[in-house]
């Protein structure tokens, strides 16, 4: 079965280094994903948005997910990833999430606070660890775009205030990383961090995981992130590799010579970042 979301945090939390939820857009990205995990002797987590359900399927993501899981000896967490409210949060647990994200982070702070604690206190009786998130991170995942000036940092009073009244297990603040490719040099506000590790005591998430420099995340890390999301750079191996061997080969025609080199591609990703957040060898 899967693993547990609080207890891979927690430990990670304690011992100084972040999990990586990677997020999985298709077989391909699921079985590179897991297969170093493995081989990097790591927990790790599927992050599962929205739009990448539909594309997928439910019921395929979470059987795919199960697998993979049954198969690995480490940790595995199934995630979803920013779900938009009470009703996609229950349909991912009837089908066998492990973990939630409920992402009300574009509500007034009040009522961010009432749909998330909604959501931890029936998670919580069936089990399930919930990832809330507050102000407003930038940059574009599935159709949703937050531009930078609608992109908002969170405030470390208000962060208390989520956690405590709603009894979230993880928080993801906005600190000023953006989702997908085009961030420029992201700028951390690491102060904003370190405040709201005081503030809150519970692991924090770092979204936008993609893009950001190594002394950053290790900075991150220090200051009590202990998981980092990373989708654009696995999405950018994957299509680049596609695209090479497509242009070198016009004769080309199984997908299998298509997509398992692309699935190699994936798997350094995965590799340089599990190494560089320190979950390897943890599991
Ligand atoms: O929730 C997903 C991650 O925050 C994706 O971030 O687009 O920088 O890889 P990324
Ligand atoms: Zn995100």
Do not use: W
Not at 131 to 153: F, H, K, N, Q
Not at 209 to 216: F, K, N, V, Y
């Amino acid at each position: 079965g899967f693993a547990s979301f609080k207890e891979v945090l927690n430990d990670g939390l304690k011992n100084g280094y972040a999990v990586g939820q990677f997020n999985v857009n298709n077989l391909e990205f699921l079985q590179a994903i897991v297969e170093v995990a493995e081989e990097e002797r790591s927990p790790v987590i599927l992050g599962v948005s929205e739009g990448a359900m539909k594309y997928m399927g439910l019921e395929y993501t979470v059987a795919m997910a199960k697998a993979a899981a049954e198969k690995a000896s480490v940790p595995v967490i199934l995630h979803l990833d920013h779900g938009s409210s009470y009703q996609v949060v229950l349909k991912c647990i009837r089908a066998g999430f492990s973990s939630i994200m409920i992402d009300a982070s574009h509500y007034p702070l009040e009522e961010n606070i009432a749909k998330t604690k909604q959501v931890v206190d029936a998670c919580h009786v069936l089990g399930i660890d919930v990832e809330g998130e507050l102000g407003r991170i930038g940059g574009t995942e599935d159709d949703l775009t937050v531009d930078e000036r609608e992109a908002s940092l969170a405030v470390p009073e208000e962060a208390q205030r989520l956690v405590q009244e709603t009894g979230i297990d993880a928080l993801a603040p906005a600190i000023g990383s953006a989702h997908g490719p085009y961030k420029g040099k992201p700028e951390l506000a690491f102060d904003r961090l370190a405040k709201i590790r005081d503030l809150t005591g519970v692991p924090l998430v770092l979204h936008g995981g993609s893009g950001i420099p190594d002394e950053d995340i290790r900075k991150a890390i220090s200051l009590g992130v202990s998981k980092i999301n990373v989708n654009t750079e696995n999405q950018i191996a994957f299509t680049a590799k596609v695209r090479e061997i497509l242009n070198n080969d016009a004769k080309v025609y199984d997908p299998r010579k298509i997509l398992g080199p692309a699935r190699e591609a994936i798997k350094e990703v995965v590799r340089e970042k599990i190494r560089l957040f320190g979950s390897n060898n943890r599991a």
